[in-house]
């Protein structure tokens, strides 16, 4: 391991650019405050071991991991979409063979989790969860429910616009990054810490999802496209 640390040349990734992503303390944001560090960060360069070593193991893909609406015997409740684009690295190449989780509240608003206990209904048709493999040209694809607002205690009257959870696994120790795809038009844009925590406008713009004619499907499904950029100026921005 020596010889190849000192045969080896090491390639270091573009930084990302100041204002692109959110910042690790964000007062509007409450939780952040628990969530930073309070004392600085220090840089640690990238080694062999941060940038390759094992490939996280993938478990088979079931046939309906992908389609959000045919988990259960039941078609869940709400509006049907189609959520799908490309996984892009800082030069504009196809990530394949990268896998992608997702995880979201239902039609109405709430997680299938024990500690959403808001007054909205659970469907239980909807579990609310779904992964998927990138394709060789780094294509993605998943059928769910347009997922609700919902509120939460972060400050007075505060509610989340629709979103939609990704995580994106890469093949190495640190390489797994989580972000939040929204949907265009919501007016809860401008009252969102969360979504606000990137100062940069065009980074956030990133953020929100397109609608696309060519994905929608006739009498059946609205289609969106969300391209997910890794690294560089064009990153999407994602949670720290």
Not at 47 to 62: F, K, N, R
Not at 76 to 88: A, K, W
Not at 168 to 197: C, E, K, N, W
Request: neutral net charge; aromatic residues 10%.
């Amino acid at each position: 391991m020596a010889d190849l640390k000192k045969n080896s040349t090491i390639p270091t990734y573009r930084r990302l650019q100041p204002g692109t992503q959110p910042t690790r303390l964000y007062e509007p944001y409450k939780s952040t405050r628990l969530r930073n560090p309070a004392q600085p960060l220090i840089y640690l360069p990238h080694t062999l071991s941060e940038i390759t070593g094992p490939v996280y193991g993938h478990s088979p893909i079931a046939e309906t991991d992908n389609d959000l609406t045919l988990q259960h015997t039941g078609e869940p409740l709400g509006e049907r979409i189609i959520v799908t684009g490309r996984v892009l690295d800082d030069s504009g190449r196809p990530v394949p063979n990268t896998l992608i989780e997702i995880w979201q509240a239902n039609s109405a608003g709430r997680y299938r989790h024990g500690c959403d206990q808001h007054p909205a209904p659970l469907d239980p048709n909807f579990s609310g969860a779904g992964r998927t493999l990138t394709g060789d040209d780094g294509t993605y694809r998943f059928v769910t429910i347009k997922p609700g607002a919902y509120p939460w205690l972060n400050h007075h009257n505060a509610w989340r616009p629709a979103h939609i959870h990704f995580s994106v696994f890469g093949r190495a120790f640190i390489s797994r990054l989580i972000t939040q795809m929204y949907f265009p038009g919501d007016p809860l844009f401008d009252h969102d810490p969360i979504f606000q925590s990137v100062p940069d406008e065009k980074a956030r713009q990133r953020m929100i999802s397109k609608f696309d004619l060519e994905t929608t499907q006739p009498q059946w499904a609205v289609g969106y496209r969300f391209d997910i950029v890794l690294r560089g100026p064009e990153a999407t921005p994602f949670e720290s």
